[in-house]
């Protein structure tokens, strides 16, 4: 558990995160609410360093440093015309950061030796027998690793490997799409509904395995389904609707930090990946409405012949 | 337990939160706020690097520091570029950015 005040600057952080949205809504305050919104990031940045025990220093600056470069160079230069593809881009980076954090976080007791015997139950202290050789840790960070592997946080871990993935193949698939690097038409094949249910029941059924077995191995099985279930998602879309789909894929990176914030038992990484997951889900249907269209027919529709052709 | 229940309960509280704040979006701003929203679960870098900063094998902080550069691409890039597209909304509307400014 981190300090008080840390916690209560991560309050203070989720605060300006719903402010942002809120500014973000009217034409006269967007600016200054995007503004708050970047506050209250660097805030929560910033206190997460002092606050926490953070090995490896130098190296998480220098990788700081590089990705901010990045960032705010390619926001700079773009041109207006290809802002939504960088959108897409930056939105697919964030849901791959997340699966990452989940996947490393996951691995944590296994690198230890705990291990989580198959099932659901949680009962009594299964992983205590290995914990006489998993020398080196306090008792505080095995009880840490033990809760990482109930089946509570181990549901979180696999919904945040497999949305980022998701997250971050479909962001992908249309930043090529918007960026003219592939056709920009809707791209269907024979039986394709039929493989994507298929890719998604998989998914499910090795979430539950995983989750099941707390097994590294299985979790990068089930991202890399999410990559697959990602880009089966995403090519049938065409043309107009696929800044919709964008914001569907932004709301789904939004759930997935949130998870990531659940399974870090971190309350703004919960609150400000919920914020982002419940509103993008509004956007998305205000959006799809303003062009007359539903989410549901944007996404099946090119199976049907429906979705525009761009 | 009850530390899964108290996160719970802010994860629920939350959705109505974000449900509510952008209820009332204009149709001019759905891509700004669109871009403001996913600059600001690039916050997941608070994550990232609390992972790397508990890194104890060269394979894991690797893998750590991409989910870092990741996640502040993210989170810088997102805010930037949010900013740029409000800018342009500034400039086609002077009287509205004069009277912003004003106040």
Redesign the interface.
Known sequence: MIAVWAQVCYVV?AVC??L???G????????????V??FG?LL??VV??IA??????G??LL??A???V???M???R?A?TA??Q??AL??G??G???A??A???L??PA?AGITRPAGFGDDGWFAYSPLAESGGHTESEILRMVDLLST??LTATAFTVLIGAVSFSGSTVTFLKLQELMTGRPITFPGGPIVFGAVLVAAVGLGLWAVATGSVTLAIILALVGLLAGVLLVLPVGGADV?IV??LL?AF??LA??A???V????????????????????TR??AH?MGRSVSSILFGAFKGGSTAG | MTEGVALLTVFVLAVFVGFEVVSKVSSTLHTPLMSGANAIHGVILVGAVIVAGTADEAGVLVVALIAVVLATLNLVGGFVVTDRMLEMFGARRPEAAAKDGAE
């Open positions: 952080a995160f719903i942002a949205l809120k973000l809504s009217s034409p006269k305050t967007a600016r200054r609410g995007n503004l919104g970047a990031a929560a940045v997460t360093f926490y025990d953070i090995d490896n220093l190296w998480i990788a700081v590089f990705g901010a990045g960032g705010a390619g926001a700079r773009v207006m802002m939504p960088l959108v930056f939105n980076v964030g791959g950061a997340a990452l954090v996947l490393l976080e691995s944590e690198r509570g946080t800044p964008i914001s932004n990176t939004g930090v949130a990531g914030g659940y870090l038992e971190n309350a703004l990484l919960l609150v400000a990946g919920t914020l982002v997951g419940a509103s993008g889900t509004i956007l205000a959006m303003a």
